[in-house]
């Protein structure tokens, strides 16, 4: 029987797709409509979700999870806004107990500032698979109940400097014309991204690449 896995704060299903491509059935939740969430979409608030299927109020039938809490409140990209009194919410730490309570494997993704425990730390120039563009997108991973290799990490990204031509920077609305016009292509940013399904900026701006999911979850049932 295939196993199901629950993606939470799913956005348009980066993070689902690996999942997916690992072997597993996946679930979305997210709070906000994704209409191009390539799998099965629940529009919910992801920790009153999980609150419910906990008091069982929802059937709990998934055996892992994965889980992307908001990374504003840490990156570097919001570092000014927080400096002008913005506040983002904090999630990591109600979104790791309640999980815990679930006593099933589970990950939790964020930004490298983030205060997740560094597992496993994953750049694109770890999955090069020739294609046309690169994103490196470093990310964090902390990992419950199971254990996934860290793979090496080329600290030359593959050679060449972000607006050199192949590797690009997905971020904002596409970062002008101070490099080239990969850097505000959307066909650029889906490619290097590897989310073709994804039609809107902010969706991939938002997402992490499946390559990274498709590696940590296919050490879940090894």
Not at 85 to 94: K, N, R, T
Not at 166 to 187: C, E, K, M, Q
Request: glycine residues 10%.
């Amino acid at each position: 029987m295939t196993e199901q896995v629950l993606d939470l704060f799913c956005g348009a299903g980066g993070a689902s797709m690996g999942i997916s491509k690992a072997g597993f059935v996946v679930e979305g939740v997210d709070i906000n409509h994704q209409p191009d969430y390539p799998f099965q979409f629940i529009q919910r608030d992801a920790i009153t979700y999980l609150k419910n299927m906990l008091s069982n109020r929802y059937p709990e039938n998934y055996d892992a999870y994965f889980a992307s809490p908001p990374c504003q409140a840490y990156s570097v990209a919001n570092k000014q806004w927080r400096n002008k009194g913005y506040e983002y919410p904090d999630l990591v730490e109600i979104t790791r107990d309640l999980l815990l309570a679930t006593g099933k494997p589970f990950v939790l993704e964020n930004v490298p500032s983030s205060p997740l425990r560094k597992d496993l730390e994953l750049c694109m120039s770890m999955f090069d698979d020739g294609r046309d563009y690169m994103v490196r997108r470093h990310r964090i991973f902390e990992i419950h109940g199971f254990e996934v290799p860290q793979p090496p990490h080329r600290t030359s990204h593959g050679g060449g400097r972000v607006g050199d031509g192949r590797i690009i920077s997905v971020f904002g609305h596409g970062g002008g014309t101070r490099y080239n016009h990969a850097t505000s292509n959307l066909d650029a940013w889906r490619c290097a991204m590897g989310t073709p399904w994804m039609k809107k900026r902010k969706s991939i701006t938002e997402s992490i690449p499946p390559a990274y999911t498709e590696y940590i979850f296919s050490h879940l049932t090894n």
